[in-house]
C-alpha cells in the first residue's frame, strides 16, 4: 500500500517516536511510505521512509501526493489531510497519539477535528473510551512498543553509586507540559533527597530541550541534581539501566512511553496513574502506582529505596511483562487496522463498551 503521512515535526519525544518507529515498520514491510513534512521541522530520529519536505511552513492539499492512505495525527494536520482525501489523494485515518482538547489551547479546534473522520487509532482503551464518550467513535488500538535497543545491560551492581533515582524532565518554556506534572515531581523527589539524602536524584532531558530551557539549565547549575541529555537511544539506554528507580509524575498520557522503556531496562517504576498506562502497569505486581489526589509519589519512592527486595521483585516482573511490547506488533495492529478501514469494516470493539451503554440510552430514553 502507499501511505502518505502529514507530520509537523520529529523532534525527541513520545509521540515523534511512535511516528518514527510506525513509519520505518512500514517501509520495512514493504508499503510505500511518505512523511510530508513542512518547511522546518525537525528530524531528530533515523527515517527509513520517503521525507517529502514542502516549501511552506504549513501543509496545504496540493503537497500531498496520491496515495492509498493518509495518515494525520496532531488535530492542526487533520483538516488538511480530509481535504486531500476528498480530492482523490487517499482514505483519511486519523491516528491520535494524545486527546489534545484536555490539555492543550484550541480546543474549539481540536475537539471538533475529532468529527472529520470515523477512521480512527487509539493507543489505549483508556484513549478509546474517552474518545468514545466525547463523540462516539470507537478507535482501533495500536499501542506503544519498545525498540530493541533499550534492554537490561546487567550493570547496576558494577555501579558502584549511591541509589540512583531517576525521571525525565521536558523543557516547559512555551510549551505545553502541565500535565507532566514536572513541579510536583520535582517537589517530592526533593522530600525523598531530604529524607534519604544518600540518593542520586537524575534527570534526563532531550539535548535540543535542556540547551534551550534556562529553567532547566538553572536547575542543573544549583548542583542538587544531575543531568543527562542522551542524542541517542543507546545513550538513553544506559541512563535507564543506571537508574534503581524511575518516576513518572505524568497525570495524562495516552501511552506513557518511559516509564515501559524503563521497566524493559530492568528498573522499579513509581508511577502516577496516567490512563494510558494502566496497559502494562500493575500496583504492588510490576511497579508501584497511585492517583495524584493521593500524593503518595514520594513515599512509594522512598518505601522502594529502602525495601530492596520489593524493589528487586517489582524490577524482575516489570521486565518480564515489558517483553511483550514490541514495535513490530504496533506495526502489525496498524496494518490490519488500516485493512479494516478500507473494507469498510467496523473498528474493533472494547470491553464494557461505553458505545453500548450509550446506545442502550439512547434506544430506552432512560438516564
Given at each position: ?131 468514545e464518550l466525547g463523540h ?76 534551550s530551557s534556562p529553567s ?152
Open positions: 500500500m502507499r501511505f502518505t503521512f502529514p507530520i509537523l515535526t520529529l523532534c525527541h519525544g513520545g509521540a515523534q517516536r511512535m511516528l518514527v518507529e510506525l513509519t520505518n515498520g512500514l517501509t520495512a514491510m514493504g508499503h510505500q511510505v511518505v512523511i510530508l513534512m513542512p518547511l522546518g521541522g525537525d528530524v531528530s530520529y533515523t527515517v527509513h521512509s520517503t521525507l517529502l519536505r514542502t516549501d511552506h511552513t504549513v501543509l496545504r492539499e496540493t503537497d500531498f501526493p496520491y496515495a492509498d492512505v493518509i495518515v494525520s495525527n496532531f488535530y492542526t494536520t487533520v483538516p488538511v489531510a480530509e481535504a486531500a482525501s476528498s480530492n482523490g489523494k487517499g482514505v483519511h485515518v486519523r491516528l491520535s497519539l494524545c486527546y489534545e482538547p484536555l490539555f492543550l489551547p484550541e480546543n474549539e479546534k481540536s475537539f471538533p477535528s475529532y468529527h472529520i473522520t470515523p477512521n480512527l487509532i487509539v493507543l489505549s482503551q483508556w484513549q478509546q473510551e474517552l474518545i462516539g467513535i470507537t478507535g482501533s488500538i495500536v499501542p506503544v512498543g519498545i525498540s530493541a535497543a533499550f534492554r537490561n545491560l546487567s550493570i547496576r551492581h558494577r555501579l558502584q553509586e549511591p541509589l540512583n533515582i531517576t525521571a525525565i524532565l521536558r523543557k516547559e518554556e512555551n510549551g505545553f507540559s502541565w500535565h507532566r506534572e514536572q513541579s510536583y515531581l520535582v517537589q517530592q523527589l526533593d522530600a525523598v533527597k531530604q529524607n534519604l539524602p544518600h540518593v542520586n536524584i537524575n534527570f534526563i532531558s532531550p539535548p535540543d530541550e535542556f540547551y532547566l539549565q538553572a536547575m542543573k547549575a544549583s548542583g542538587k541534581y544531575r543531568f543527562y541529555t542522551p542524542p541517542n537511544d543507546a545513550e538513553l539506554c544506559y541512563h535507564y539501566n543506571c537508574a534503581d528507580i524511575f518516576v513518572s509524575s505524568s497525570s495524562f498520557d495516552t501511552g506513557s512511553l518511559p516509564g515501559l522503556e524503563a521497566m524493559r531496562c530492568g528498573a522499579a517504576l513509581v508511577s502516577v496513574y496516567s490512563g494510558g498506562n494502566l496497559e502494562y502497569a500493575r500496583h504492588e505486581e510490576n511497579c508501584l502506582l497511585s492517583y495524584r489526589y493521593e500524593n503518595r509519589l514520594a513515599s512509594d519512592v522512598a518505601r522502594l529505596a529502602m525495601d530492596h527486595p520489593l524493589r528487586a521483585r517489582l524490577a524482575r516482573q516489570g521486565e518480564i511483562d515489558s517483553a511483550g511490547w514490541t514495535w513490530e506488533n504496533s506495526v502489525k495492529k496498524l496494518e490490519e487496522a488500516v485493512l479494516r478501514f478500507l473494507s469498510g469494516s467496523a473498528a474493533q470493539q472494547p470491553r464494557a463498551s461505553a458505545r453500548s451503554r450509550l446506545s442502550g440510552i439512547f434506544r430506552t430514553g432512560k438516564s
